[in-house]
């Protein structure tokens, strides 16, 4: 004999049932997504593009790494936006991109400058890429649909808008004077002694072209007559020493 008291309980659990599955159901439509990612596209791209043309570029002068953050960027967010509408964790797509990165950039050395941009990049495409932007209202109602989060988009924007002003902070100390070095194979090592550091100096600043704050004497080879000096000195505003830091010519590239 059936129980009604069981059977008003099992309808009201199949009712539950396919409320879930009315919810889980609710998609976006194709103006909708098409919408999604247009708004992380256009972001994404606008800062990046901000980050590289007025702070690196304007410095560094690396048309290379130009190419290489503008594309790698959109890369990154194409990449994680699509993995985010299937069955594929985050993890995995960020593995697939370190796997990339040891490949590529393991044959050469990258300066840490670049390679401190090229992971705020990242970063920045990660979080354009994976941050909500639409919402799922309707819940209690029969017909649940998404609309435009815009207090999410504004968070969105507003952390873009930070990690760009903290560059901006921190690259304006940049334009002050700010000390760099060189490392010169050096060819009169009758002068490194500390008697004649005064005399080596002059000479240096005369041959080099700059005004020396400090040098350092290292490797010295006395049956080549030669020895390593690093030497400090003062860059004025706007100026970089981005390419003391190369030493083969393969380093130099074409601007």
């Known amino acids: 004999m059936i129980n009604l008291q069981e059977l008003g309980e099992y309808t009201l659990a199949d009712e539950n049932i ?4 009315a919810i889980t159901d609710a998609a976006m439509t194709t103006c909708q ?28 002068r690396r048309r290379d790494y130009y190419f290489t953050f503008m594309v790698f960027s959109t890369a990154m967010l194409m990449l994680l936006y699509i993995m985010g509408n299937v069955e594929v964790g985050v993890g995995l797509t960020l593995g697939l991109f370190a796997i ?8 050469e050395t990258v300066p840490i400058r670049e390679m401190t941009y090229l992971f705020v990049i990242i970063a920045l495409a990660a979080m354009n890429g994976l941050a909500p932007v639409y919402k799922l209202v309707g819940v209690a109602s029969a017909a649940p649909h998404y609309e435009l989060n815009t207090g999410a988009v504004a968070i969105m924007a507003l952390s873009n808008a930070l990690v760009v002003l ?5 690259e304006s100390e940049r334009l002050l004077k700010h000390t760099s070095t060189k490392l010169v194979l050096y060819d009169r090592i009758d002068l490194i002694v500390p008697e004649r550091r005064e005399e080596l100096k002059a000479d240096l600043e005369k041959r080099v072209g700059v005004k020396i704050d400090n040098l350092e004497v290292g490797h010295v080879d006395f049956l080549k007559d030669a020895a390593y000096i690093k030497i400090y000195y003062t860059l004025e505003k706007g100026q970089t020493g981005s390419i003391d830091t190369l030493t083969k010519a393969k380093q130099f590239v074409e601007q």
């Not at 396919?18 to 599955?21: E, I, T, Y």
């Not at 990339?100 to 044959?107: A, K």
């Not at 903290?166 to 921190?170: G, T």
Request: hydrophobic fraction near 55%; proline fraction near 0%.
């Open 166 to 170: 903290l560059i901006w902070i921190l």
């Open 18 to 21: 396919m409320d879930v599955q």
């Open 33 to 60: 997504s098409v919408t999604e990612l247009c708004i992380r596209l256009f972001l994404n791209l606008l800062v990046c593009w901000i980050l590289v043309q007025f702070f690196y570029y304007r410095k560094s």
């Open 100 to 107: 990339f990165g040891i490949i590529r950039y393991r044959t």
